[in-house]
């Protein structure tokens, strides 16, 4: 389940099909997302330039005739002028390297590869971790199988998603007022998610108006909206942070009736993850199946053939291990990609000194027309606004390198109608080059860092900051000023001739 309102996780910029696509509840489900993507690609038959069970296996500049030469899977290899990555921000998978792994017998699954048709009626499950999908897992399969363990690190903090059903009248208010719910969550908001984050600090209130401003968002549902629509002090200051976790820690011990499942279902580190929300997580722990191994207490020792045994001698027996263990976020997506610069250095190499690094979370010094969607430092928000303000941008720039290109040869200003790599195969100019100047992406890092040093979030072991992936360096990997500064400063940018870039 997305924890984005169905009314914002789509595409902005089709007005007519915004009202007109169907959505029933307030938060829509994989297989609802992946129809919405095929409906999309159906309606602006997009599909005849995509080419499928086709694999990037490397891309390397070459400088003389200015183009990424890109080898593939299927043995195709492409002249591309610009490189544009849609990796995503989740996609390579952490699988933990537990002693024994291969010695199960059983079925293994990550929550990133899921099977179409897994059917878990009636089987023995252990679910690894607990973040934002280990927790939806354990709310979707808990009425099904025989028997679930949820062996946990970090216990979190999780409030009510809010989902279910939309009136008519809910949706005919949304679909009303689409233009200004669109420009209210690109230009006005920090994350894009649909309500406007507040700056009031916690303690300017007495104890009883916090719970009741900390109950009505229990009650209204979202972890963004809970962390941040409450109080504006939350993800900064201790003492206001360790209010809101005091007021979830009492919602955990009075949902959960086993005083030792919600002993250890408490968490102890700060409420400084990417919040999470739920359909009834912590209720599932009520079921005399499901139960709950605390790792801090008692670690995982190895797998064995019957299932995963732990510190305590105990032997978890499992017919299914799902290993619900994240991702090797946002830069992972690009070291297990062997893509080339200038010289042959490769971005795993580039950031290899001090951790992933760019200009805007879009562009990198030495690799010349390589524009990135979603790269490192890119807004730490709602991913569809995000995603499309990047490839606005992107757009943009090409264009007016493209312009100036065809204004140098032929002494007048030509927009570029299809941009491909075939102008150079017929024998024109090899074409403008875009780059990020090496100044631009220091002050660019160092503006994230900086945004960064006093959230809390970056106290937390959170794979926000890569602290989820064994041997991976700690690094800032978001723009944490919120989209609406984003959307400021690229417009600026723009302003100010394409300010950082080298375009010639």
Known sequence: MSDT????????????????????????????????LRHVVDKFD??????FNTE???????????????????GCIFKARYLITALGLLSRQNLPNFEGINDFTGEMYHTGRWPEDLDLKGKRVGVI?????????????????????????????????????VT?????????????????????????FGFKETDRPTFSVSEEERERIYEKAWQKGGGFRFMFETFGDISVDEAANNAATDFIKRKITTTVKDPEKARKLLPTQLYARRPLCDAG????????????????????????????????GAEHELDVIIFATGFDAVDGSYTRIAIQGRGGETLKEHWQPQGSTSYLGMSVPNFPNLFM????????CNLPPAIETQVEFISDIIEEAERRCNKGLNGAAVLSGHINGAVAEAGHSPGP????????EEEWTKLCDDLSANSLFRKTDSWIFGSNVSGKKHAVLFYFAGLASYRKILREIVQENYRGFKLF
């Open 5 to 36: 309102e169905s009314y914002l996780y789509r595409y902005s910029w089709d007005l007519e099909d915004l009202k007109s696509y169907p959505w029933s509840t307030h938060y829509v489900h994989q297989p609802e997302i992946l129809a919405y």
């Open 46 to 51: 997009l599909r005849k330039y995509m080419h």
């Open 56 to 74: 990037l296996t490397s891309a390397k500049w070459d400088d003389s005739s200015s183009r990424w030469i890109i080898s593939t899977s299927t």
């Open 129 to 165: 971790g607990n973040g934002s999908t280990g927790v939806q897992v354990v709310t979707a399969i808990a009425k099904d199988v025989t028997k679930l363990v949820s062996f946990q690190r970090n216990p979190q903090y999780s409030v009510p998603s809010g989902q279910g059903p």
């Open 168 to 192: 008519d009248e809910y949706r005919k208010r949304v679909n009303d007022n689409y233009p200004q719910i669109w420009e209210d969550a690109k230009d006005q908001s920090l994350f894009g």
């Open 281 to 312: 997580y912590y209720e599932q722990f009520n079921r005399d199946h499901v139960e709950v191994v605390s790792l801090q207490e008692t670690p995982i020792t190895r797998v064995t053939s019957k299932g995963i045994a732990t510190s305590d």
């Open 373 to 380: 969607i979603l790269g490192p430092n890119g807004p730490f």
């Open 433 to 440: 080059v875009v780059e990020a100047k090496s100044t631009a």
